[in-house]
């Protein structure tokens, strides 16, 4: 079925431009041939591909858009699978599928129909900015949405940035629970979930063409060399954050770890054979 995609997210980033402080003259870039030394236009510019250090293999639009793909020009289903079975990282930017006429109007109404009734999503090919790529399709307001995905080769192993084991009680685990349990929601329909960057940015830029002082942060004061307790934090954030929900703000205390009273060692051999053992490592998390 014919189709358009319409992006689904809008960026209201700020965006800054190059200037050359002393004058403040606008900094461009310009696009030289190395070969001839000269700038070039736009319409001089195509693709190539570096074979080797002397060689590069030009490659055209109209060869790039006729590639012998089922891809090059459509979005093919591979399969339906759960959602839960989709790892979030390898999901990316979202598109609004849009049928395009009126032969678009039933299979795209009935794709949607059979999505949303299966609660699976499918799985695409398509082309993309010159290359193939895997898609996710699902039901989003009556709408299909085609989310952009990466590759399973694309995936970096988290396993080198793991930290070292270390050894946590029952005790601190329910208190990182009963924090959670705090802050949960049922949804983000919230002011504070809002891009407060991009405010303090539109601040510094009216407060300057004012010609006033930027806003200054004011940042919490800091207690230099104390020593965190885990627990006492836990607690101290579960009751900033019911308080910050207006619920009531009362948590009774975390049970602190207590710790184990060691046998008292009657011999020398003892001693030594508790050395010994004391080697091993802590259970990690």
């Not at 678009?104 to 609660?119: D, I």
């Not at 949804?187 to 200054?216: G, M, N, S, W």
């Amino acid at each position: 079925m014919p189709i358009n995609v319409q992006s689904a997210t809008e960026d209201h980033s700020i965006r800054f431009h190059q200037y050359h402080l002393e004058d403040m003259g606008r900094v461009r870039v310009r696009k030289f041939c190395e070969v001839e030394d000269r700038e070039v236009r736009t319409d001089e510019i195509g693709k190539g591909y570096q074979l080797t250090k002397e060689q590069v293999i030009p490659i055209s639009e109209d060869e790039l858009r006729d590639l012998p793909l089922p891809t090059a020009k459509a979005i093919e289903i591979e399969a339906f699978v759960p959602l839960q079975s989709v790892d979030p990282i390898r999901i990316g930017e979202g598109y609004y599928l849009q049928p395009s006429g009126q032969v678009a109007a039933k299979p795209y109404k009935l794709l949607r129909m059979a999505l949303a009734r299966s609660s699976k999503v499918a799985v695409a090919k398509y082309a993309w900015s010159g290359r193939e790529r895997l898609g996710l399709l699902r039901v989003r307001d009556d709408v299909i949405v085609l989310h952009a995905m990466r590759w399973p080769d694309e995936i970096r192993s988290p396993q080198e940035l793991l930290p070292p084991p270390v050894e946590l009680t029952d005790e601190e685990i329910e208190g990182a629970l009963a924090l959670m349990e705090s802050m949960t929601r049922d949804d983000l329909d919230d002011p504070e979930f809002r891009d407060a960057y991009t405010e303090a940015v539109e601040q510094i830029i009216e407060a300057k063409r004012e010609h006033r002082e930027p806003p200054k942060l004011q940042e919490p004061e800091e207690k230099a060399g104390q020593v965190v307790d885990l627990m006492a934090a836990l607690s101290e954030s579960v009751q900033k954050a019911r308080a910050s929900r207006g619920e009531d703000a009362e948590v009774h205390e975390l049970p602190k770890k207590t710790a184990k009273k060691q046998p008292a060692k009657k011999a020398t051999a003892k001693k030594a054979a508790a050395k010994k053992t004391s080697g091993r490592r802590p259970r990690s998390a």
